[in-house]
């Protein structure tokens, strides 16, 4: 029985790539450890696969130190992730960045969720995926998540 392979488009790590060159870090050799092709950096909208995605995130994140999600992201990521960050900056408010964010991520990962809720105090907002991983690579993901949120 086949299985589809879970996808992530190679923007994703492209706030990470660019901060590490940025940085004098061996990012093409990291991606290369991960199962990354090194020509994701060149093209943000190439699928990847999301497995080696976090890999690439998790290993730099263990290399780097566990705060390296808020070193990396900053105003300017949210351009680095290309047509996925344009949806959000397209938007007049925060809700409707999540907004369109929300309906942009199927387009942007086959196996990630990302889900905001209106809620009493505002908004809640889950990110999941549907694969599984271990803690330090769902610890790694869900500060980078947190990170672009905050930003």
């Known amino acids: 029985m086949s299985r589809p392979v879970p996808l992530v488009r190679a923007a994703a790590l492209a706030p990470v790539i660019l901060w590490m ?5 061996g990012w093409e050799d990291r991606l290369r450890a991960a199962g990354v092709p090194a020509i994701a950096a060149l093209e943000p909208d190439r699928p990847i696969a999301l497995v080696a995605g976090v ?3 998790r290993d730099a994140a263990r290399a780097e130190g566990p705060d390296l999600s808020s070193r990396v992201v900053s105003d300017a990521s949210i351009l680095q992730l290309a047509s996925f960050g344009r949806y959000a900056l397209g938007a007049r408010t925060p809700r409707g960045a999540f907004e369109r964010l929300t309906r942009a991520f199927a387009c942007h990962s086959s ?5 905001v809720t209106p809620s009493a105090s505002g908004a809640v907002v889950r990110h999941t995926f549907d694969a599984a ?3 330090e690579s769902l610890h790694a993901c869900q500060q980078y998540v947190a990170a672009m949120i905050r930003s």
Request: proline share 0%; hydrophobic share 45%; net charge neutral.
């Open 21 to 25: 060159r940025a940085h004098g870090l």
């Open 55 to 57: 890999r690439f995130i």
């Open 111 to 115: 196996h990630e969720r990302f889900v």
């Open 133 to 135: 991983f271990d803690d």
